[in-house]
């Protein structure tokens, strides 16, 4: 009963601001945006409307006028399915999983192709209703909320702690982030693509320190449609596709940032989610040609690269700083510019890791494209990586 899965097509559209404030009288509507990246989506697939039997939406966020969004949407495309339609909400993980469980409706049987697919909106909201939000969404009403703990604060704590114990400077660090602004630079779908220096982030403001402003992701919406098949499929289609070849999964048991002494910047969920990624794709993490990782600072991409074997231990800020990570470099790392400069519209933006790697192992990336590029590995996280979900994917052509 169990098939292989591939992705076959890909849309989205520019993170940045689309959502509109309730007093305008010119609305921007979700469903609107949606259908239109479903449309395109199918049409870069190859395959007919009829054919979709799954989808499977990311929770909108509560600003998101439409409720029920599901299966609103499906009333607006006039589809009908045999397979699933459904949202899935995991927080920051949510459009890993959407990915994940519509991967699933193909194994199983229940479709040949399905749609993992999903909008955020958040832009038009006000900074101190978000963060009221965010904060009782991620933390503990006994342990964080009743502190004011943020998540920023949580990677603010691994980098003092990183920077403590492997020597790691801040100038390493921005490294980080100057990397993927340059990478954004290259990206239409970025949400910042100015080219930024050293100096430019390491003299911006203090969010949490050792961060600044530029070691944390924007606010933003965002909105992606990926089309999965059956291998059998992708393959009569005739056209390249990518194939998922490795899933794993971990959770450590705790929420956010344990309570209980731990190696906080261990990261020991993708650590083990990556190891059964790995062995089910039948590779080493050596064999990976780029990874887009769910990385909200400049921090977590050094701990999540070195957790899931990219780089070695304590070497991940060294790495980024002397190019390792940078399109030309051994591994390249969010060729798409990362969550710091492509941006996070935080329920969908798995599933902009997702389109990236559709296009690099297509080879339709562009100035961005990785040379011969055939393994991918994408990273999806609970808060601080308490939880990871790791896809291993291959070009196919």
Known sequence: MTKAVAIIGASAIPVGRHQTADEEALQVLEHEIMTRLVVEAVRDAGVDKQDIQSLVFTLPRPYTRQKYFHTFLMGQLRLSCRGNVMEVMGNGMTAALAFDQACNDIMLGRAEVSLALGINMESAVSAA?????????????????????????????????????????????????????????????????????????????????????????????????????????????????????????????????????????????????????????????????????????????????????????????????????????????????GLTSRGHPAYVTSLYNYVELAEQLRGRAGERQVRNARFGLATGELGNYNAALIHVLEAKA
């Not at 980098?159 to 403590?164: G, T, V």
């Not at 492997?166 to 693509?193: D, I, M, W």
């Not at 403001?205 to 992606?224: C, F, K, N």
């Not at 790995?278 to 080493?284: H, K």
């Open 129 to 337: 209703e978000h963060m009221m939000s965010s904060m009782r969404t991620t933390g503990d009403v006994d342990f964080h909320t009743s502190a004011g703990f943020t998540p920023i604060a949580w990677y603010a704590m691994d980098a003092m702690r990183y920077m403590h114990e492997h020597g790691a400077t801040r100038e390493q660090l921005a490294a980080v982030a100057v990397k993927n602004r340059h990478h954004a630079s290259l990206n239409p779908l970025a949400q910042f693509r100015k080219p930024i220096t050293l100096q430019d982030v390491v003299g911006q403001r203090p969010i949490v320190e050792p961060l600044g402003l530029y070691d944390v992701p924007p606010r933003g919406d965002g909105a992606a449609c990926l089309v999965l098949a059956s291998e059998e499929v992708a393959r009569e289609l005739g056209r390249p596709y990518v194939l998922v070849r490795g899933r794993g999964f971990c959770h450590d048991g705790t929420h956010q940032i344990s309570d209980i002494p731990n190696d906080m910047i261990a990261f020991t969920s993708a650590q083990q989610a990556a190891q059964t990624a790995y062995e089910q794709a039948g590779i080493r993490p050596a064999d990976i040609d780029v990874a887009e990782l769910y990385a909200p600072c400049t921090i977590v991409e050094v701990l999540v690269s070195e957790a899931i074997g990219l780089v070695p231990k304590g070497q991940g800020a060294r790495a980024a700083s002397e190019g390792e990570t940078r399109l030309g470099g051994r591994i390249p790392v969010s060729t798409s510019g």
